[in-house]
């Protein structure tokens, strides 16, 4: 796929590497940090293991009039073919922390779900259990408050702790942040997520387990030896988007390297070498047939890019601050 000329100029990128060292790399395919695998090159991928980097880092691209980009761990994102043009951002080293006090467990943006629940279950705290199944980190997990049909993030949430784009990091409390089924306010803020306080629910340990397996083979019925991105859609009220479309007859349909599980109806799979476009082109197909059949309109929950930014996720405006797509 042809890529477009980096964004970056020569004085950004040396500005980056004194920075971040040999944590800017340039023209960084995003597949190989995004879980679908698929899409072009960022101009920069920068690892950040701290917050004052993180302050300084912003603050250079918001001067240059950089877009950027948090990617977490890349597990609800579909770059662009033509990738991005700027920086994208992962958070890492101190963004890994996790502290339990008492009831009450602090963790780092970068952490991923599946650690917060092991790490609650180890000091006998249950209420996580849900997301064990899914995959993602804390602070790209909590704008969509991921979770089940019935169980979200967002019920647990105390506070958030954001850097917002004037430098200053900002507490805002749980219960501010306007948790629905796979979505929140918290974008509108329009910085990025550093750490997320939960409040759980004392459980002994071997229920916490029991809970935990149960999910787990749940999760059995998803596609989850393929390259992957979880759900695609959104369930709409009142129904399951896997079984909407499986009841359009849409369950195992291939468009070149891509299909639309024949597990689980609303994973779509990389068979090996798929592209965003196919991707997309195969979200767009459902979507007029599930309209079609059901007469329902599949929303999506996965984020699709486009080459200066992203759709549902934080990205920077033309004038380099943050915004949202
Ligand atoms: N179903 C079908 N056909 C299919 C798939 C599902 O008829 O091909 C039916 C099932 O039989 C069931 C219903 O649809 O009656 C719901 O399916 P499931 O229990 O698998 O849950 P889901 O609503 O499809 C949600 C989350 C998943 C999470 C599971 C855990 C959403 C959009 N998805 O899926 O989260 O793992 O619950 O039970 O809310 C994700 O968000 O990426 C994700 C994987």
């Not at 992962?90 to 602090?106: A, P, T």
């Not at 943006?109 to 996580?128: Q, T, Y």
Request: proline letters at 4%; hydrophobic letters at 40%.
């Amino acid at each position: 796929m042809p890529q477009e000329p980096s964004s970056l100029s020569a004085d950004v990128r040396h500005e980056l590497g004194q920075l971040l060292g040999g944590k800017a790399r340039f023209d960084e395919p995003l597949g190989r940090h995004c879980s679908m695998g698929t899409g072009g090159s960022a101009d920069a991928l920068c690892l950040v293991d701290n917050l004052e980097t993180l302050r300084r880092l912003l603050s250079l691209l918001a001067g240059r009039h950089v877009h950027w980009l948090i990617i977490g761990r890349g597990t609800n994102l579909l770059p662009a073919d033509l990738g991005f043009r700027g920086v994208a951002v992962k958070l890492e080293g101190e963004f890994n922390q996790v502290v339990v006090e008492q009831s009450r467990i602090v963790a780092g943006a970068a952490v991923a779900l599946a650690s917060l629940v092991e790490r609650a279950m180890s000091r006998d705290l249950g209420g996580l259990e849900f997301s064990t199944g899914i995959p993602g980190c804390v602070g790209g997990s909590l704008p969509g408050n991921a979770g089940t049909a019935s169980e979200s993030l967002g019920e647990w949430v105390e506070s958030v702790d954001m850097l917002v784009p004037d430098g200053r990091l900002r507490t805002l409390r749980g219960s501010d942040l306007a948790f629905a089924y796979r979505s929140s306010n918290l974008r509108a803020y329009g910085g990025v997520v550093t750490s997320a306080s939960f409040r759980l629910t004392p459980r002994p340990r071997a229920q916490v387990a029991a809970n935990v397996k149960r999910y787990t083979e749940k999760r059995k019925g998803q596609p989850l030896t393929f390259p992957n991105v979880g759900c695609i859609f959104k369930n709409p009220p009142g129904h399951s988007a896997g079984q909407l479309i499986e009841q359009a007859g849409l369950k195992g349909l291939r468009i070149d390297q891509m299909e639309v599980s024949a597990k689980h109806a609303n994973f779509m799979i990389n068979l090996g070498g798929a592209t965003t476009a196919q991707i997309t082109s195969l979200i767009s197909h459902v979507r007029e047939r599930v309209l079609a059949s059901a007469g329902i309109r599949l929303e999506t929950e996965v984020n699709v890019l486009d080459e200066f930014g992203a759709i549902g996720i934080a990205v920077s405006t033309e004038e380099g601050r943050p915004a949202h797509a």
